[in-house]
């Protein structure tokens, strides 16, 4: 069994940085791709990035696309997401999901997923 837990979360200005983490208990293998997804109020949980096991390949929503990157840690067992140039509409809760499956991790049915953490934009 697996349990992520996002942190990181928090109020940042427009055009601020935030880095979140998620850490995964339990033996995240190589295999597993791991993603984020965010939900902002009255809306659906849309993707945001993901990555292989092996960290050497990454997809990211068009809408995050040269201010997000998304990296992990193997031995750490813990996916980080650097949010640079954020805007209002990031703020959502971002949660982090995993999955044997990259598809899966992408189109948000993964099989393990956090509780979520906040971040908040503010002008």
């Known amino acids: 069994q697996v349990q992520l837990v996002e942190s990181g979360g928090g109020l940042v200005q427009t055009g601020g940085s935030l880095r979140l983490s998620c850490a995964a208990s339990?033996?995240?293998?190589?295999?597993?791709?791991m993603g984020w997804f965010r939900q902002a109020p009255g809306k659906e949980r849309q993707f945001v990035a993901s990555?292989?096991?092996?960290?050497?390949?990454?997809s990211y929503a068009e809408s995050v696309k040269g201010r997000f990157t998304i990296s992990r840690d193997n031995a750490q067992n813990t996916m980080f997401l650097q949010m640079n140039s954020l805007k209002l509409e990031d703020t959502a809760v971002y949660y982090c999901n995993s999955d044997r499956s990259g598809v899966k991790v992408r189109i948000g049915q993964a099989a393990y997923w956090g509780q979520g953490t906040q971040v908040t934009v503010s002008s």
């Open positions: 990555i292989s096991g092996s960290g050497g390949i990454t």
């Open positions: 339990g033996r995240i293998l190589g295999t597993y791709t």
